[in-house]
């Protein structure tokens, strides 16, 4: 049964959290290339998608964020795109088993059309070639994420969908303006993003990074009085990061996000989960809201 399936017999259902994170806990340094990890430390990527398996998580999403060959040549692993992406869904596969979800992960390249740092077609090629690995590895889903330029964003959406038979999700990083109205950091509206992705071709959309759970509520509003049909996932970070002494801390504790799960179900979301600076910890307490 696909996730689409689910939804529609009006389950909720509950994703990961942080992986950037945890594997930094692990020992990622900084530099290093988190996506190289799949090979290198393969038993250490499979913990934290069995820890979030073992927390409620329907959905465990893939160590491949970075992971497109425009992004790996900047560590001379381009050449090794489709044996990273590959493994990094097969180490989900492998703990997720049969029964639950495995969500390849998909971020932007860090190129930008507009100033003409690379083409279309190289964009295409490249998520295309993602994509292509991550159902090869056992993804039944691919998760595109904190996108904040609708073109990039449009051009990974139709790869995916031209290039596999997975389930698409689209993800847009908004932040506020105080006045109830959210853009992205290259000005795109949650309507906005609404119209280009369901023209694109996404099955789901949604919202990740950059807000905690509960300006997530006003994020879910704006994408709902746009449509109020299409399956939407929120993924919150564990509040807004504060530097303390050189170190990043995320202060929204488990309970505090699981509090806001009532108020996120109400403004119309079907796919739960967390970002940044959450943990295990914050899923499981999201899964016992939601009636786990």
Known sequence: MTILDEIKLNKV????????????SK???PGECPELWNISHRSDV????????FAGSDIVTTNSFGGSRIK????????????????????????AGNDRHVAGSIGPTGKMLLMGDVTEEELLDSFSEQALA???????????????AADEAVLAVKAARSSTGCTVIITMTFTGDGNGEYHTMMGISPAEMVIAMKEAGAHIIG?????????????????RSADNKIPVIIQANAGIPEFVDGVTLFQESPEMMASFVPDLLKAGVNIIGGCCGTTPAHIRAIAKALGR
């Open 134 to 148: 991550l159902e090869k590895g056992g993804a039944d889903i691919i998760i595109i994420e904190t996108m904040s």
């Open 72 to 95: 790996l040549s900047q560590y001379g692993l381009g050449e090794r795109t489709s044996e990273i992406n590959t493994t990094a869904a097969a180490i989900c596969r492998e703990a």
């Open 207 to 223: 919202s990740n990074c950059g807000n905690g759970i509960r300006e997530m509520i006003g994020v879910t509003g704006a994408i």
């Open 13 to 24: 259902l509950l994703s990961d959290g942080a992986l950037g994170t945890i594997l930094q």
């Open 46 to 53: 499979r913990e934290i998608a069995e820890s979030y398996l």
């Open 27 to 29: 020992g990622l340094k």
